[in-house]
């Protein structure tokens, strides 16, 4: 099998999280602009994670990842209900091994009618997870349609609460109550 992955971080890399203010409104993240990430995709094409005009939401999932195996059905309900409409959803898939479950991603995602198209693919060394400022899966950073970060999150966020996170990035209100 040819391995292809993101092969270009342009901009700054995002800040690790601060146990402290990880996921609320002092998070060192918000207010930063994302790098933007290029690579391959699954079948081989060009694929770019970066700016667009509408706000997004950046998920880095590994195939293995029982957290992952969980929130991709959730996200897939999501976006059947509309409840996503608004909000770019880009993918990357991180932490591969063909040792491990769900191999390949591309089988995997395809399998749970994945609706989120091209999908990126991380290098063995994690550095498209690691220039968004993270180290765990699922990750998603949230940027607002100015194309900075408005929050973060680590692991299951559930179906009530992603739903409020595009509700809110769509009508530009913060994530997070002061």
């Known amino acids: 099998m040819r391995r292809c992955w993101a092969s270009k971080i342009d901009g700054s890399k995002l800040p690790i999280p601060d146990e402290g203010t990880f996921a609320t409104s002092d998070d060192p993240i918000n207010g930063k602009t994302p790098p933007t990430l290029t690579g391959e995709g699954f079948a081989g094409q060009s694929v770019t994670v970066g700016p667009t005009t509408e706000p997004r939401i950046v998920i880095f999932l590994a195939h293995s990842c029982p957290h992952c195996q969980a929130e991709v059905p959730v996200i897939v309900e999501l976006a059947e209900e509309g409840k996503l409409d608004g909000v770019v959803v880009q993918a990357i898939t991180t932490n591969t091994s063909e040792d491990a479950a769900n191999y390949p991603p591309s089988k995997w995602l395809k399998r749970e009618d994945w609706p989120f198209k091209p999908v990126l693919l991380d290098d ?24 900075t970060v408005a929050g973060r999150w680590s692991g299951e966020l559930g179906k009530a609460d ?14 997070f109550e002061e």
Do not use: T
């Open 162 to 175: 992603l739903a409020e996170v595009a509700r809110r990035l769509v009508a530009g209100e913060p994530l």
């Open 124 to 147: 063995p060394k994690l550095r498209a997870l690691i220039a968004f400022g993270a180290g765990s899966f699922p990750y998603m950073v949230f940027v607002a349609s100015d194309g």
